[in-house]
C-alpha cells in the first residue's frame, strides 16, 4: 500500500470520527466520481428561485414549437403530430458528453440548463418569461423569444385543452389553492413504467418496433378486406398509435446514435488522452447497443435506463421516478463484477456512482408552487430496493449492497431509496442500511414488506405475483411495474390538505382564506350538541373536500389519452403494444390510484381536544371555541393554551387520542371504497406531506388543537405534531401500531429522530436492528430516520417548543434537551459534531 | 460568404453531405463537455462565434 | 392497594440492564450522594417544580396557593435568592397541594412524584412489549431507592414476572439484610450501584457508611444472582486509579462472579432539575467527564477478567 493510501485512509478515518461525512466521502470516492459528482448543477430551486448560473432551456421550446407550426395544419391526429413533434426535437437537439462521464443523456441542451416544455400549461410560460434569474443572457432579446413561444401556444396548450373539461365550480375550488395542490394533466405527475416489459433484458427499442411493424401489416390488411365493419374507427385509431409509437421509438434509437457518433468523433479527432478516448469508444459502442437492442452488461443496463428515463421526461414533466434499480440492473452486475469479471467492484461503483448523479442533475422546468413545495429538490425520487421477488424470495442482491455504498460515497439528496423490508434480509444487507443512516444520509427509509404487498391486493386487486413487484411510484405509495398494474399517470393534483376538514367544519364549508364556500354546508358548529354530531360534520366535510379533487382528475383521465397522449411511454407498455391504446387509457389498466393527506394529524389532535375540552369536561362551548378560531385565537390566548396544553396529543400511546385517528381513517378508508378512478378501482389516503406543512401554514387558519393562522402545520403524515410527542419513540411507535396498515390507508409516512450516540458501534447496530424488528412487530409500514445533528440542537435552542420530544442521550442518562441549562447544551451540540454526544 | 460546412468544427454525415454536426468543446463553471447539435452544410456562418475555417 | 409515588415511567431506557427497558423510578431515598442526577427522586414527599424558562410570571399560582408560599409577580426580590438560585417557592411553607399545578397555563408548574398503583405501573410499563420481546429487553425497578417501598416494590416484580416481564432491580444496596433478599430473590439481574470502598469517604459523599452495602454485594455474588455493578465516576470523589484498582480487586475476591461492571462518566445535565427544586448542588460548576476518559479505569477490571463497559449500553455483547 502506497503512503498516499495510507495517508488517505487515515484522513477518511479522521473525517469520519468526526462525523464530517461529505468530506470524507470526497477523500474516499475515485477521482472520475469526485469530479462528476462536482460537476453537477444544482437544480433544486430554493424559495421558488433556481441556483445562479441554472438557466432556463429555449432551444427544445424552440424544436418543439417550430415543428407544432409546421404541423398545424397536417391532417395526421394529434397523436401522431405529439410524437412527430417530440422525434424533431430529439432529432436536432443539442447533445453532450460530461468529462470523465461513462453514461450520456439529459433533457435539457447543455448541462446548466432546464429544460422548458412550452406545450404544457401556458401558465408555466408565463412563469418562465417572469422568471427574474432563469432567462439566459442576453435577457432582452431571449425574452422576446419566450414571448412569441408563449403566443403560440396559448390556448394551445395541454391545460388549456384540459381546462373546459372541468366542472367550473370544482376547478374554482381547487385553483383557490385550499384544498388541493396544483392542477390535474397526464403530462405532469408521476409516471410508474411497465419495466416488466421493457427492463427484463427481453427487448430493445428495435424488437418493439419489428413487433409494431407486424402488427401493423396484420392490422392494415385487415382494415383492407371487403367487408367494411364497425370496428374500423377502432382499427385507425390503433394504427395511428402504433405509428405514433413507431416514430417515438425511432426518435429515440436516433438520439443514442447521436450521441455515440458525438462520442466517436470526439474519441478520433479531439480527445489526445488515450484511457479518455477508450472511454469514448465505449460509451459509443454502448449507445450504438442500447436503446435498440437489449443491454448485455452493466453499463448498457444503466444507459438503457436513462435513455428511457430520458425520453419519458422529453414526453411529460414528471416529477417522480419510481425505479427498482437493484431488481433490474442486479443480473448485469452480478454477470460483470462476479462472474465474467469484467469490472471490478470499484469500477463498478463508479457506474453505479455516476447513474445516481445523472439523476441528481435531472430538471425540467416546474411552476412555482410545485418548486416550492419541493424546496432544493426537482421532484421526489425515491428509488426502491430490497423486496422480493415474484415468487416471493429475497431479492437483495450485491447491487442492492453496492448502491448503499455508492450512495454514501456521492452523497446525493435526490435519488434517495425506500428500502423494501421483511423479515429474511440478511444482516449484511441491514448493515448497509444502518451504515447510510449513521452517516446521516436520511435513507432509505424502510417499507414494511408484507404489509404493503397485502396492503395492494386489500386496496387495488393486484395479484400476489405483481404486487410482490412494487415499486414506489412516488414518495410513498406502492405500485406494480406490470402489464396492466403499472399507473402511467398519476396526478399530484389528488392531494388534499386535510387541515381543512376540521377548520370548515366551524365555518359550515366555508373558507375565510380564499373567501368562498368549498365545503359541504354542515349546520353551524355552535348548534352541535355532542361529540357524535360534531363527527358527523368532520366526515361530511371529508367527503365533500375528496370528491372534488377526485372528480377533478377522474374527468382528466378520461380525455388524457386523446387530449394528452404519451405514445413513447405506450411504446414501452406491452397492454400498448397489444391494444393500440394510449398508456393513460383507463380501460386496461386495474387502477391504483390514492389521495395524498397533507395535514392530517391536525384533525386528530383537534377533535380529541374538542372531546375532551367541550363535551367530557364541558370547559368550553363549541360556540367559544367557534369564535375564538374565528377570531385567530386574539383575545383567547388562555383558552388557546388550554386547546395546547391540556389535550392529549396523538403519538403518545394515549388509547383516546388514537382511537379517533383510527376512527377517522375507518371513515375515509369506508369512503374510499365508494370514490371510483377511471379504471373503477378504489381511492384510499394516504397520509404523508413534501414541504406542504410550509406551503400551507399561510392558508389554513385557526384549528382547535391551538394553531394560528401562519403557524407551521405538523410535519405530515402520521408523525405527531413537532414537540407534542411526550413520551418517547417507543409510544410513538405504539400509537402507529393501533392503526392497521394493510385496510385503514394506502400507506402512511412516519419520521423519527435518532441520537447518533445511540447508534454508534456494534451497540448501536443492535439496537437499530431490535429497534426495527419492534417497528415491523408492529405492523407500520413506514419509517424514516433522520439523525438528530447540530443543526437540529441549534433549531432547538432557538424554539424550544417544536422540540420538546427531542431527547439527548449521555451514558446511562436522557434528558430533553430543551430542558437542559444553555451553556449544557452548547457543551453537547459540540460533542454531537464531534460524533460524542 | 461563410458556410458551416467551410468550418474545422463541422462534421458532415456520410450518408447526407448536405447535413452534419457542427461538434464543440464546452466548458462552465462546474464542468466541460463536449457537444454536438446538428447543423445544414451550407447554413450560414458569418454571424457565428464559435466558426473557425477549416485548413484544408 | 396503596399507591406510591413515581416520578418518571421512562420507556426506551437503553442503559438500565439488557435491551430496550422501561424504568420506573420510584421517589425516595436514605442516601444523600452529593452528585446526585435525579434530585427529584431524594424526598418521598410530592414535590413542585418551578421551571423558570415556562414561567410568564402571570401570577395565577400565586393567587391560589392556599399557604401564601408563592412569591407574588414583581416582588422586589423577584424570587428567594437561595445560594445563588432564584426560587419562586417558599419551600419551608408549601405543602404540597400542588393546587399551583393545576393552575398554571403554561405547565411552568409540575408536581414531582404521581401517585400510582401497582396495576397501573404495570400497565403502563406492558406497552412496550414488542420491544421487550425483541431486544432480551423489560421493566427496570429504579429511583431514589426502590427497596424503600418494598411492598410495592415486591409486588411489582412478581406480577412483572407472572406477566413474563425481564425485571432488573436498580438499588444502592443500602437496605436491610432481609428485606434485600427478599426484593433481590425476584430480580432477573441486579443492578448494584457501588460508589467507593472506604467507608469513611462512602459517608463523606453519601452521607451514609457501605457496611451494609458490601454485605448485600456479597450476598448477591454469593448467591449467584445476577450482578451488574454499576460505578458512576464523579470528579473529586472516586476518579483515580488507586480508587478503582482497590475496587476491582475486591470484586475479584467475592465468593463468586460478578457478571459485568458499567462505569458511568458524571455529567452536569441534570442541573436544571436543582434549580427546579430550588436546591442548590455542589456540582453545578463541575464538568462532565467525557466517557473516553473512563477507559483507563475500565482497565483494572478487564485485566481482572470482569467483562466492563462504559456507560452501561443494554446492547454490549461480551
Known amino acids: 500500500m502506497s503512503t498516499t493510501a495510507e495517508t488517505i485512509d487515515r484522513d477518511v478515518e479522521e473525517l469520519e470520527k468526526n462525523q464530517e461525512w461529505w468530506w470524507a466521502a470526497e477523500k474516499k470516492r475515485s477521482k472520475r466520481l469526485d469530479y462528476l459528482r462536482k460537476a453537477i448543477w444544482k437544480k433544486g430551486a430554493i424559495g421558488g428561485l433556481y441556483a445562479p448560473g441554472v438557466k432556463a432551456d429555449l432551444e427544445r421550446a424552440q424544436l418543439h414549437t417550430e415543428k407544432a407550426r409546421e404541423l398545424e395544419f397536417s391532417p395526421d391526429p394529434f397523436v401522431i403530430k405529439f410524437a412527430k413533434m417530440l422525434a424533431h426535437v430529439l432529432d436536432n437537439k443539442t447533445v453532450f458528453i460530461t468529462d470523465h462521464a461513462q453514461l450520456v443523456g439529459y433533457t435539457g441542451s447543455l448541462p446548466h440548463t432546464v429544460a422548458w416544455d412550452p406545450s404544457c400549461a401556458s401558465l408555466l410560460n408565463h412563469e418562465v418569461y417572469n422568471d427574474p434569474t432563469a432567462i439566459p443572457d442576453p435577457v432582452e432579446e431571449n425574452q422576446a423569444i419566450i414571448e412569441e413561444i408563449g403566443t403560440y401556444w396559448a390556448g394551445k396548450s395541454d391545460l388549456d385543452k384540459m381546462m373546459p373539461v372541468f366542472d367550473p365550480e370544482d376547478l374554482a375550488k381547487m385553483l383557490s389553492g385550499s384544498i388541493g395542490w396544483g392542477v390535474p394533466m397526464s403530462r405532469g405527475g408521476y409516471s410508474n413504467k411497465d419495466y416488466e ?222 428500502f423494501r423490508w421483511h423479515p429474511a434480509v440478511k444482516d449484511e444487507v441491514m448493515r448497509e442500511i444502518f451504515e447510510c443512516l449513521k452517516q446521516g444520509l436520511g435513507y432509505p427509509n424502510l417499507r414494511h414488506d408484507p404489509i404493503l404487498i397485502a396492503n395492494s391486493m386489500h386496496w387495488h386487486g393486484h395479484p400476489i405475483e405483481e404486487a410482490r413487484l412494487w415499486v414506489h411510484q412516488a414518495c410513498m405509495s406502492p405500485c406494480p411495474p406490470t402489464k396492466h398494474g403499472f399507473q402511467p399517470m398519476r396526478m399530484a393534483n389528488a392531494t388534499a390538505n386535510c387541515a381543512k376538514i376540521i377548520e370548515y367544519v366551524f365555518t359550515s364549508g366555508y373558507d375565510p382564506i380564499v373567501n368562498m364556500q368549498v365545503g359541504a354546508e354542515t349546520p353551524d358548529a355552535a348548534e352541535l350538541t355532542d361529540f357524535e354530531q360534531f363527527f358527523n360534520a368532520w366526515v361530511e366535510q371529508m367527503k365533500a373536500i375528496f370528491s372534488i379533487l377526485v372528480r377533478a382528475v377522474n374527468r382528466a383521465r378520461l380525455l388524457a389519452p386523446s ?82 396544553r391540556k389535550a392529549p396529543k396523538w403519538g403518545n400511546d394515549d388509547d383516546e387520542v388514537d382511537a379517533i385517528m383510527v376512527r377517522c381513517l375507518r371513515e375515509a378508508a369506508r369512503f374510499s371504497k365508494e370514490l371510483k378512478c377511471p379504471s373503477g378501482n378504489n381511492w384510499p389516503i394516504l397520509p404523508e ?140 451540540i459540540q460533542r454531537t459534531i464531534q460524533g460524542l454526544g | 460568404m461563410a458556410q458551416c460546412k467551410d468550418c474545422e468544427r463541422f462534421y458532415v454525415l456520410e450518408e447526407d453531405d448536405s447535413r452534419g454536426d457542427c461538434i464543440q468543446k464546452g466548458k462552465d463553471e462546474r464542468q466541460a463537455y463536449f457537444y454536438t447539435k446538428p447543423v445544414r452544410a451550407e447554413h450560414e456562418a458569418d454571424g457565428c462565434d464559435s466558426f473557425h475555417p477549416r485548413k484544408n | 392497594m396503596k399507591a406510591t409515588l413515581i416520578t418518571n415511567i421512562q420507556k426506551f431506557s437503553v442503559n438500565d440492564g439488557p435491551g430496550f427497558r422501561t424504568t420506573v423510578f420510584l421517589k425516595g431515598c436514605l442516601l444523600r450522594c452529593r452528585w446526585c442526577h435525579n434530585p427529584e427522586t431524594i424526598s418521598s414527599r410530592q ?36 445560594h445563588g438560585i ?212 475500565a482497565e483494572y477490571y478487564r485485566a481482572k477478567g470482569i467483562f466492563t463497559t462504559i456507560g452501561g449500553s443494554g446492547f454490549e455483547v461480551n
Request: charged share 25%.
Open chain 1, 563 to 644: 387530449l394528452t397522449p404519451r405514445p413513447f411511454l405506450s411504446a414501452i407498455s406491452e397492454r400498448c403494444i397489444e391494444s393500440g391504446l394510449d398508456a393513460c387509457d383507463s380501460t386496461l389498466e386495474r387502477g391504483n390510484a390514492w389521495i395524498t393527506a397533507f395535514t392530517w394529524v391536525e384533525n386528530i389532535d383537534s377533535l380529541a381536544a374538542v372531546k375532551k375540552l367541550v363535551f367530557d369536561e364541558k370547559k368550553y362551548t363549541l360556540g367559544e371555541l367557534k369564535e375564538a378560531l374565528e377570531k385567530n385565537w386574539e383575545g383567547f390566548e388562555q383558552m388557546r393554551l388550554d386547546f395546547v
Open chain 1, 689 to 828: 406531506n413534501v414541504s406542504g406543512n410550509i406551503h400551507y401554514s399561510n392558508i389554513v387558519g385557526a384549528l382547535p388543537n391551538g394553531r394560528r393562522l401562519g403557524d407551521a402545520l405538523y410535519d405530515g403524515g402520521i408523525s405527531p405534531g413537532p414537540g407534542l410527542d411526550k413520551n418517547g419513540p417507543t409510544a410513538v411507535l405504539k400509537s402507529c401500531s393501533k392503526i392497521n396498515h394493510i385496510s385503514d390507508g394506502r400507506a402512511f409516512l412516519l419520521n423519527q429522530r435518532l441520537s447518533p450516540s445511540q447508534l454508534s458501534g456494534e451497540n448501536g447496530f443492535r439496537l437499530w436492528k431490535a429497534y426495527v424488528r419492534s417497528w415491523a412487530d408492529l405492523g407500520i409500514d413506514h419509517i424514516q430516520f433522520n439523525m438528530v445533528d447540530d443543526k437540529t440542537l441549534r433549531a432547538a435552542q432557538k424554539e424550544p417548543e417544536k422540540y420538546q420530544e427531542v431527547i439527548v442521550r449521555v451514558a446511562g442518562y436522557s434528558a430533553h434537551f430543551v430542558d437542559i441549562s444553555r451553556k449544557t447544551q452548547d457543551n453537547i
Open chain 1, 197 to 418: 416489459y421493457i427492463m427484463t433484458g427481453k427487448r430493445g427499442f428495435q424488437d418493439i418496433i419489428d413487433e409494431l411493424d407486424k402488427k401493423i401489416d396484420e392490422l392494415d390488411e385487415e382494415i383492407h378486406k371487403p367487408v367494411a365493419n364497425k370496428e374500423i374507427a377502432e382499427m385507425v385509431d390503433k394504427l395511428n398509435h402504433w405509428e405514433a409509437m413507431k416514430i417515438t421509438l425511432e426518435a429515440g434509437i436516433g438520439i443514442a446514435r447521436r450521441y455515440a457518433r458525438l462520442a466517436r468523433i470526439t474519441a478520433g479527432e479531439l480527445e489526445t488522452d488515450p484511457l479518455r478516448q477508450q472511454e469514448l469508444l465505449k460509451i459509443a459502442e454502448t449507445c450504438e447497443r442500447v436503446p435498440a437492442h437489449p443491454p448485455r452488461n452493466l453499463q448498457e443496463s444503466f444507459q438503457f435506463d436513462i435513455f428511457i428515463q430520458m425520453l419519458s421526461r422529453t414526453e411529460a414533466i414528471e416529477g417522480a421516478w419510481p425505479a427498482r434499480p437493484d431488481y433490474y440492473h442486479g443480473a448485469y452486475y452480478e454477470r460483470d463484477v462476479n462472474i465474467d469479471k469484467t469490472l471490478t467492484p470499484e469500477e463498478a461503483l463508479d457506474l453505479i456512482g455516476e447513474f445516481m448523479i445523472r439523476a441528481a442533475e435531472v430538471c425540467q422546468f416546474k411552476p412555482k408552487w410545485s418548486r416550492e413545495g419541493l424546496q432544493g429538490i426537482d421532484g421526489t425520487w425515491v428509488w426502491t430496493l430490497g423486496g422480493v421477488d415474484a415468487n416471493g424470495d429475497d431479492a437483495c442482491n450485491d447491487l442492492t449492497i453496492a448502491f448503499m455504498k455508492a450512495a454514501r460515497l456521492v452523497r446525493v439528496a435526490n435519488p434517495t431509496f425506500g
Open chain 3, 47 to 82: 414535590e413542585v417544580l418551578w421551571k423558570q424558562r415556562l414561567c410568564v410570571e402571570c401570577g395565577a399560582c400565586y393567587e391560589v396557593c392556599p399557604e401564601q408560599a408563592i412569591l407574588p409577580v414583581n416582588s422586589s426580590e423577584n424570587g428567594v435568592q437561595k
Open chain 3, 86 to 297: 432564584k426560587d419562586r417557592i417558599d419551600r419551608s411553607a408549601c405543602n404540597s397541594c400542588l393546587e399551583c399545578v393545576e393552575s398554571c397555563p403554561q405547565n411552568a408548574l409540575v408536581a414531582a412524584g404521581q401517585p400510582m398503583t401497582v396495576d397501573q405501573t404495570l400497565e403502563e410499563v406492558e406497552k412496550d412489549k414488542t420491544f421487550y420481546e425483541n431486544s432480551g429487553g423489560g421493566l427496570t425497578i429504579s429511583g431514589g431507592e426502590p427497596t424503600l417501598h418494598h411492598r410495592f416494590t415486591l409486588e411489582l416484580m412478581e406480577k412483572a414476572r407472572y406477566n413474563g416481564l425481564h425485571v432488573c432491580l436498580d438499588t444502592s444496596g443500602y437496605c436491610d439484610s432481609d428485606r434485600f433478599r427478599r426484593l433481590t430473590a425476584g430480580a432477573d439481574i441486579v443492578l448494584f450501584d457501588f460508589k467507593l470502598m472506604n467507608s469513611g469517604e462512602h459517608q463523606r459523599f453519601t452521607g451514609v457508611g457501605n457496611e451494609e452495602i458490601l454485605a448485600n454485594l456479597e450476598w448477591l455474588v454469593y448467591s449467584n444472582i445476577e450482578t451488574w455493578i454499576r460505578i458512576p465516576v464523579v470528579p473529586g470523589v472516586n476518579d483515580s486509579g488507586d480508587v478503582h484498582a482497590t475496587m476491582a480487586d475486591y470484586l475479584i475476591s467475592l465468593s463468586g462472579d460478578i457478571d459485568r461492571v458499567d462505569l458511568l462518566p458524571f455529567h452536569n445535565w441534570c442541573e436544571n432539575k436543582y434549580e427546579w427544586l430550588g436546591l442548590s448542588w455542589d456540582f453545578a460548576d463541575v464538568n462532565s467527564i467525557d466517557p473516553v476518559e473512563l477507559e483507563q479505569f
